[in-house]
């Protein structure tokens, strides 16, 4: 099976509380389940949450064009 999500290195996380939708619950749910079919490895749908949203920005070059500007801007005003 492939999913566009690989296999999550271990790391230790920041805390972050998210509020989800049902549906997008559930879709969760069923990717950790997916992702364990694929892997053998289980996966907290949190900590899959926490790698989709970095693969997202990462992969968002919009978003690295901002953030280089904001962080540019920030320094500029130093």
Same mark, same amino acid.
Do not use: C, V
């Given at each position: 099976?492939?999913?566009r999500?690989?296999?999550?290195p271990?790391?230790t996380?920041a805390?972050?509380t998210?509020a989800?939708?049902?549906e997008?619950?559930? !879709?969760?749910?069923?990717?950790?389940a !997916?992702y364990?079919?694929?892997?053998?490895r289980?996966? @907290?749908a949190?900590t899959?949450?926490? !790698?989709?949203?970095?693969s997202f920005?990462a $992969?968002d !070059?919009?978003?690295?064009?901002?953030r @280089?500007?904001?962080h540019?801007?920030? $320094?500029k005003?130093?």
């Open positions: 099976m492939n999913l999500l690989g296999q999550i271990d790391r996380p805390k972050l998210l989800l939708d049902p997008t619950h559930a !879709a969760l749910t069923d990717y950790a !997916a364990q079919q694929a892997y053998g289980e996966e @907290r949190e899959l949450a926490a !790698a989709m949203i970095e920005l $992969s !070059a919009g978003f690295k064009r901002a @280089r500007a904001l540019t801007t920030a $320094s005003g130093d």
